[in-house]
């Protein structure tokens, strides 16, 4: 006997008419008109070029780092976006000659990284240059803070999932002079420290934001765009629930079980 | 990339997407036998993650020992880190997690040293903190000032000074802080939805090493 869940019909609603928006920009807006939708610009994201032709100057590694978040968790999406700025980094390193450093803490996440790295260097002929050492399985991620400052990297990479070990890596690199670019979205108790001490930053959204700002693929930008839609409802169903509440009618905040 | 490569990737892909959509599925769905289905892909999932931990710790192991052989950078911190990795896991893998010498290990070495590392963490606030609150821009300034108002408002003797500290405080946590963080909140969440839904269209396939 199948039978909905019960205390998730609105969930279910409003998730059907996201995901609906959101398949509608990407296969109608994005694969069949090809349209292209403008991302504002993101420093960070331009900064990467800057950061690893620095290291390449003053012929120090650079090092990544997704996160501690696993694939198996709440913190997934983090992670996978963590991963996919790890290919775009690890790409660019490559072709300018950096030695790249990665040093992950949950084997799931490990095996991918390594197979991220090892075809970068695939992708440019240079499977022979490729070090298996370099990508370092650290289940204590903050322990990553002695390698940091030993292998003297000229920039730290954050990218990820986020708990306490954050701020000793950032600091880490900070007593090494290298630059620091981090991106973070799961874990809010951690952006405030990467607004704070890191160079450049990508904060909340922004993170999720930078696969498609990488490709400028129709249906990538359109799926950014299908994105704004929907925090464009959020917002009206906010304004709206805040003037019921106000008149002493809580419907919305009732339907959304915000009591 | 070969083709082989590419088919493996492919497989990958379409394996997320059925366990993806399943689970989808399964959230909104009250029935037994797909539940119970879902909790037994749990399962498997766990079991593959254990199997994906001999990978890394084959790697560390592999590292440090090459260090030792040709007395490396720190190769003597190796030799402390491969003791410490693997005699725990040899006698906790022989006489089980409720061995003496296990225990000991665990609660006398690891947990100490652990936390000892947790300690740190508080000099690495000061300094970041440092770092932060110097006044450079205006944007610093405002941050300062917040944070000091905060923390007044926070620490108990301050009311003596001026009463006002502590609602001035509240105040900006609950109205200036509670307003930025929901809305960086509403981002993320519409963002995770979008980056689970490029994973689960096949679209997302840089994490598996491939191209777009």
Not at chain 1, 70 to 93: D, K, Q, V
Not at chain 1, 122 to 151: C, H, N, T, W
Not at chain 1, 225 to 233: E, H, L, P, S
């Amino acid at each position: 006997m199948i039978a909905f869940a019960t205390g998730k019909e609105v969930m279910l609603v409003m998730s059907t008419i996201f995901i609906g928006i959101l398949l509608y920009m990407m296969i109608v807006q994005g694969e069949r008109k090809k349209k292209v939708y403008n991302i504002r610009r993101l420093p960070a994201m331009d900064a990467i070029e800057e950061v690893i032709g620095r290291g390449v100057e003053m012929n120090r590694p650079i090092y990544f780092c997704p996160g501690t978040g696993a694939l198996n968790r709440l913190e997934a999406t983090s992670t996978l976006a963590g991963l996919t700025l790890l290919s775009y980094i690890a790409n660019m390193a490559v072709k300018m000659g950096c030695r790249i450093i990665v040093s992950v803490s949950k084997a799931d996440v490990y095996a991918l990284a390594l197979e991220i790295v090892r075809t970068a260097f695939r992708l440019e002929g240079k499977e022979e240059e490729f070090v298996e050492e370099d990508i370092m399985f650290m289940p204590q991620q903050k322990s990553a803070a002695g390698m940091i400052q030993r292998e003297n990297v000229a920039a730290t990479f954050l990218m990820g999932a986020w708990w306490h070990e954050a701020l000793v890596m950032i600091e880490a690199g900070a007593t090494v002079g290298a630059m620091t670019v981090s991106g973070a979205a799961y874990t809010l108790g951690q952006l405030p420290w990467f607004v704070a001490c890191s160079d450049y930053v990508l904060i909340g959204e922004e993170f999720y934001a930078a696969s498609a700002y990488i490709s400028r693929d129709p249906a990538e930008t359109s799926l950014i765009a299908g994105q704004d839609y929907i925090k464009f409802i959020c917002l009206g169903l906010i304004f709206l629930g805040s003037i019921l509440a106000t008149m002493g009618i809580p419907l919305l905040s009732n339907l959304f079980g915000g009591g | 990339m070969s083709s082989y490569d590419d088919s493996i990737r492919n497989i990958s892909i379409l394996i997320t997407m059925i366990i993806g959509w399943f689970f989808v599925l399964e959230y909104f769905v009250k029935a037994p036998a797909i539940n119970n289905f879902a909790g037994t892909i749990s399962g498997i999932s766990t079991c593959l993650l254990g199997t994906f931990t001999i990978v890394g710790v084959g790697n560390m192991t592999r590292h440090h020992v090459k260090n030792i052989m040709k007395q490396g950078k720190n190769w003597m911190p190796s030799i402390v880190l491969l003791v410490s990795c693997w005699v725990p896991l040899v006698i906790g893998l022989a006489f089980t997690r409720t061995n003496p010498t296990y225990a000991y290990l665990y609660s006398s070495l690891y947990l100490p040293t652990s936390q000892a590392f947790f300690g740190i963490l508080s000099f690495y606030i000061l300094s970041a903190s440092y770092r932060t609150f110097k006044t450079r821009s205006l944007d610093s300034t405002v941050l300062l000032l917040a944070a000091i108002f905060v923390m007044m408002g926070n620490a108990p003797a301050t009311s003596i000074i001026w009463s006002g500290f502590s609602p001035l405080g509240g105040w900006i946590l609950d109205v200036c802080t509670a307003a930025g963080v929901r809305g960086i909140s509403i981002g993320i969440a519409i963002g995770s939805v979008v980056t689970a839904l490029r994973v689960l269209t096949g679209r997302e396939r840089r994490h598996l090493a491939g191209r777009e």
